[in-house]
């Protein structure tokens, strides 16, 4: 069945959410943050961040590094680019607005890819997947900071008995880690090499996807 998009309808939340989205997130999200930027950059200098939001991962890529930067939202762009003059971020390049499932780069471009709480938004998570996959070098990783659901056990439980609350504030405990690695399944040089929580513990989890190198 075809996906069906509304990318008009996001960017009209997306707006809204623009002018308060650093103070609801910031200190909630800067662990996950920090590290998947750390990740990003062990694998090399050039990185693509999808869903670069209103920038709050800028700051953690360390100097030396390449970073290019796409999100859906102009209104969000802003916010990245104010960022990016006002604190000088030498290692930010491009910011533009562009659909994750349509990456307007070459093959094979960059050493990492991060997506940092965006993937359970996007309509075709494998779509941008594997978009994703395609502009990656190999030896390469696909970098993802997110809220996943636990596929069993008791967390799985507990997770379904919040759920009606965790969706009052804008989450889902619907995407599960399975999904990730169902995906990564689909490439002979895909693996998911890590899978790990972050602060909050047990709420957000830090993944990995290796692409194997020639």
Request: net charge positive.
């Amino acid at each position: 069945m075809a996906v069906q998009y509304d990318l008009e309808g996001q960017k009209r939340a997306y707006a809204k959410w623009a002018p308060i989205y650093d103070k609801v997130y910031v200190k909630l999200l800067a662990d996950a943050q920090r590290k998947a930027a750390s990740a990003a950059a062990a694998c090399g200098p050039r990185i693509l961040e999808v869903g670069v939001g209103t920038g709050l991962v800028l700051p953690y890529y360390p100097k030396g590094t390449q970073v290019t930067g796409i999100d859906l939202s102009f209104h969000m762009l802003q916010k990245a680019v104010d960022k990016k003059v006002e604190r000088a971020l030498s290692q930010v390049g491009l910011l533009a607005a562009m659909d994750a499932c349509n990456l307007g780069f070459a093959d094979e471009s960059f050493n990492a890819v991060t997506v940092p709480f965006v993937i359970t938004l996007v309509p075709d998570p494998e779509g941008a997947l594997d978009e994703m996959y395609r502009v990656l070098k190999p030896g390469g990783e696909i970098v993802i900071a997110s809220k996943l659901g636990a596929d069993e056990g008791a967390t799985m439980h507990i997770e379904a008995a919040l759920a009606p609350l965790v969706k009052k504030v804008g989450w889902s405990i619907a995407f599960k880690a399975s999904r990730l690695r169902n995906w990564a399944a689909r490439y002979p040089d895909m693996e998911v090499i890590e899978i790990s929580p972050v602060f909050p513990v047990g709420f957000f989890k830090l993944v990995r996807i290796k692409k194997r190198a020639r």
